[in-house]
Nanobody, 124 residues
């Protein structure tokens, strides 16, 4: 599975962005998909995940501002981000796994496939 993340950019504090993760080579059917982010000098951290077939998980600190969703007709997983803050600045990555278990949904090594990342910069 090859993943392509897009939708990043520069946004003012309080603004919104929607990131997209498209799969090629096969569909997302049967795959759990997660979003992670990595800020400069920091470790990669869990943002949100859509576990197959339909549950969602979020980092506690991001609940209410970020929403993950799937469009099966477009083979795309989205991350809608609202009320963005400067501390949300990071490279955002999507990842996929066909074998993940719920307790590992937020652990990066649990995902076998990764996209290249898309940069989100939130300016104050």
């Amino acid at each position: 599975v090859q993943l392509q993340a897009s939708g990043g950019g520069l946004v003012l504090s309080g603004g919104s962005l929607r990131l997209s993760c498209v799969a090629s080579g096969r569909t997302f059917s049967g795959y759990s998909v997660g979003w992670f982010r990595q800020a400069p000098g920091k470790e990669r951290e869990f943002v949100a995940a859509s576990k197959w077939p339909g549950t969602t998980s979020y980092a506690d600190s991001l609940k209410g501002r970020f929403t993950i969703s799937r469009d099966r007709t477009k083979n795309t997983v989205y991350l809608q981000m609202t009320s963005l803050r400067p501390e949300d600045t990071a490279v955002y990555y999507c990842a996929a796994s066909s074998t993940i278990i719920s307790s590992q949904i937020g652990v990066p090594p649990s995902y076998a496939y990764w996209g290249q990342g898309t940069l989100v910069t939130v300016s104050s």
